[in-house]
């Protein structure tokens, strides 16, 4: 049942209107002053507010401007439907430029006030599914954040993954999510029961690209021992994800162009022609259009790559989304390690926030990771974060919601470069920290890993990765 508020100081107004909208099925709530109605409605959180113009202690358009907002996705605002006398039609036209959903002018016909209401509830109801599915959405595709950035990519990847068949290249910088995005589209598609098969066009030689893409006949290379199926054969009625297209050699560039105009591919050794049903999602984190006009990457695969194009926000533009992240790290690293979870004070979350971030969310995560291993349940302020992070200039970012940060020179804006020296330096500690442990313990890990507080599996799976024999 939707909740009305009526703020208006007629007593009698308010009394017949409480009365008939009841009748219509309502919850109403009544305020006489502006004061009041601005405190009933962060009590009850209304549906919807009928508005007088005038009240006792301000006038109705203050009241309007100190409510919730409807904009920034924020479908709990309630509507606003103001009232206004005979020669209030500037200040009602203003209200509705403020955001108002509509206005009524004394006296109104109850027919009208009804009519007005109830589309203007519908309207809110709209507003409220429309921000359930992209919540949902996101929820499901494993992307962690509400920034608006992120909830404006949630709703485009709704609409795009509807076609199933359209192309779609993903662009960002590295680290932004784009394997996700891309796992997201596929996912919410009609493909989703077919398979989502991905490849980075980095990663390989030429040769090796070719016959990982198209398949290879028994005999068709050195090393080809048996006949082998591409992951164009594998992803039929599913999805096939190229990251890093940039990076494809352009002899290979021709061969997929090729099989993007007719479904048709032929394996390494082999004289027939295959087809397969596949939608392509490519990513990158190039311009491929300047790669295009430099002669490195193909104008024509790339115009028929980007049928839709979809870019992925840095990490540094998404706001609150910083901290939500790193929550959410905190709470899977600690769960992995079998650990208490790091906390984040006031002042490393200013700095987190601060920060540029040139790795996006990969440079978060990790960075995450290596805390709850070197701090696990510690609160975490500006003595252990790196000193890439902890100096952060306040200037750096102008989102920037940086708290007083330790005096410190004004460093240049964070590189790369430096990001790799941020992981290096942590590397640094953690490897001190595992062989410290193992030299205590003579060599016996289960009671290393004790000591460290991670369970032997982590801690055997930190020597590997950081090469400890
Ligand atoms: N919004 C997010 N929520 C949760 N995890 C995320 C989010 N964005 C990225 N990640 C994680 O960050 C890491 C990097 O993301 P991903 O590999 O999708 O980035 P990318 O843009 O494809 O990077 P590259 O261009 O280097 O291939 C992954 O482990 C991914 O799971």
New binding site residues.
């Given amino acids: 049942m939707p909740t009305i508020l009526i703020i208006d100081d007629e007593a009698s107004l308010v009394s017949s209107l409480t009365f008939a909208l009841e009748a219509e099925g309502y919850k109403v709530h009544g305020a006489g002053t502006g004061a009041e109605g601005l405190a009933a409605v962060a009590a009850l959180h209304p549906d919807l507010v009928l508005l007088d113009l005038r009240l006792p202690d301000r006038s109705g358009l203050e009241v309007l401007e100190a409510l919730p907002r409807g904009e920034n996705d924020n479908s709990s605002a309630p509507q606003v439907i103001m009232i206004s006398a005979h020669g209030d039609t500037r200040a009602a036209v203003k209200a509705v430029k403020m955001g108002a959903a509509d206005y009524l002018t004394k006296p109104f016909d109850l027919d009208e006030l009804l009519a007005i209401i109830e589309s203007a509830l519908e309207r809110r109801r709209m507003a409220c599914e429309i921000d359930f599915h992209r919540r949902a959405a996101l929820r499901d595709s ?4 509400q920034s608006p950035a992120l909830l404006e990519l949630a709703a485009t990847i709704g609409r795009v993954a509807r076609s199933g068949t359209a192309r779609i290249l993903i662009l ?1 910088e ?7 995005v891309a796992k997201a589209i596929h996912t919410g598609s009609p493909r989703a029961a077919g398979p989502f098969i991905e490849i980075n066009c980095a990663s390989l030689p030429e040769q090796l690209i070719e016959a990982e893409l198209f398949g290879a006949e028994k005999g068709a290379y050195t090393g080809a021992h048996a006949r082998r199926a591409g992951l164009v054969a594998l992803a039929d009625k599913g999805t096939l994800f190229l ?2 297209i940039g990076e494809l050699p352009l002899p290979l560039q021709a061969k997929l162009l090729h099989f993007l105009e007719n479904g048709q591919y032929r394996a390494i050794g082999s004289s027939a022609s295959q087809t397969a049903d596949v939608r392509v999602v490519a ?1 990158t ?1 190039r311009d491929l259009a300047k790669e295009a006009a430099a002669g490195r990457f193909r104008e024509d695969l790339y115009y028929r790559l980007n049928v839709i194009s979809l870019a ?1 926000p840095p990490l540094r533009e998404r706001g609150d989304d910083i901290g939500e ?1 790193a929550d ?1 790290f905190a709470r899977r690293y600690a769960h992995e390690e079998g650990v208490a979870p790091i906390r984040l004070g006031a002042v490393a979350r200013g700095l987190l926030a601060a920060y540029r971030w040139p790795g996006n ?2 440079e978060l ?1 990790n960075l995450i990771e290596r805390l709850t291993i070197l701090f696990p349940g510690r609160e975490i302020g500006a003595a252990e974060l790196p000193p890439e992070i902890a100096k952060v200039p306040q200037t750096a970012s102008p989102a920037a919601a940086a708290p007083a940060v330790p005096a410190a020179p004004a460093a240049p804006a964070a590189a790369p470069r430096e990001a790799a020296s941020i992981s290096d330096a942590l590397a640094d500690a953690e490897r001190d920290m595992l062989l410290a442990a193992l030299r205590e313990h003579a060599g016996h890990k289960g009671k290393a890993a004790d000591s460290l507080g991670i369970s032997r599996h982590a801690f055997k799976r930190r020597l590997q990765r950081l090469g400890i024999q």
């Fill in positions: 494993g992307l962690v954040g960002g590295s680290g932004t999510g784009k394997a996700l990251d890093e990513a984190n992925v992240l959410h969310v990969r995560k």
